[in-house]
């Protein structure tokens, strides 16, 4: 019994320890409020075309988004010309054709958006050895991912003065050990220019990216909450019928 005790003590103190090292290793994430969220919850589809286009000149450098298609971008407002004109701008490998030998063609609606490497051993020779993740699911990949994906490209700053930044690394307090990899991706300089007119600073970039990476992570979103909403209404209409049903019922019994 006093084993068990000890055993059960060092559990708690270890988990505890633990939990009192993730606590301080990093910042949480700052809590914003997204459209997105709650029962209601919706894409706004201004910000989500505006940050795929972030994405397309920024982000997709190093990071693939190989779960989505380019005919997946109508959802968002794009039309089919510009979705098809779109996909022809990147190349593909295809084939074989009739003499058994792989071409290259323009790309198609159909297609799956390309990865920026041919594999993830290229990947990891170009950036040092680290592997930049597919941003197709990173918002469901990630503990209360949209605000932590926002907080980490909003949170490139100075490092502490009694921190050694090794060479290659830029200090983070959002992410796990506060150091990263990545360099800031997003400048307000002039980076990306915004065809709506809206003023492409770092913190709107990252919040139209956000926006358009969680559509990405989770495109039936809408047409999930709407189901929800139509199950509950109709359990609720049906509890109210069945409670007036057992009152009708129990009353002729006294």
């Known amino acids: 019994m006093k084993k068990l005790s000890l055993l059960l003590a ?10 009192a090292y993730a606590e301080v290793d990093h910042k949480h994430p700052k809590q914003m409020s997204w459209p997105f969220d709650g ?8 910000a989500a075309q505006r940050g795929f286009q972030v994405y397309k000149e920024v ?23 510009e979705v098809k004109a779109l996909a022809a701008t990147y190349t593909f490998k295809d084939g074989p054709n009739d003499e058994g030998e792989m071409f290259d063609r323009p790309g198609k609606p159909s297609d799956m958006l390309p990865s920026p490497f041919a594999n993830e ?11 930049p993740p597919d941003l197709s699911l990173i918002i469901k990949a990630r503990h209360d991912g949209a605000n932590y994906v926002y907080s980490l490209l909003t ?52 919040a139209d990216v956000v926006t358009f990476l969680q559509w990405a992570a989770e495109p039936e979103m809408e047409a ?3 189901t929800g909403l139509k199950v509950l209404m109709y359990l609720a209409i049906f509890t109210a019928f069945m409670y ?6 129990w009353k002729k019994l006294h």
């Not at 060092?10 to 939990?19: R, S």
């Not at 919850?41 to 201004?46: A, K, N």
């Open 155 to 206: 949170g490139f700053t100075t490092p502490p003065s009694d921190m050694t930044m090794p060479a290659g690394m830029y200090y983070n307090p959002y992410i796990a050990g506060e150091r990263l990899a990545m360099p800031p991706p997003l400048h307000d300089e002039g980076q990306v220019t915004y065809e709506d007119g809206t003023k492409a600073t770092v913190e709107q970039m990252s």
């Open 121 to 131: 051993n290229a990947a990891r020779a170009a950036n040092g050895g680290a592997a």
């Open 224 to 226: 999930r909450k709407q």
């Open 59 to 81: 982000c997709s450098a190093c990071h693939g988004l190989t779960r989505v298609a380019f005919r997946n971008l109508t959802e968002l407002g794009f039309s089919e010309a």
């Open 10 to 19: 060092t559990c708690l103190v270890t988990a505890t320890a633990g939990i």
């Open 39 to 46: 029962l209601f919850g919706h894409v706004d589809r201004q």
């Open 244 to 249: 007036v049903a057992k009152r009708n019922i």
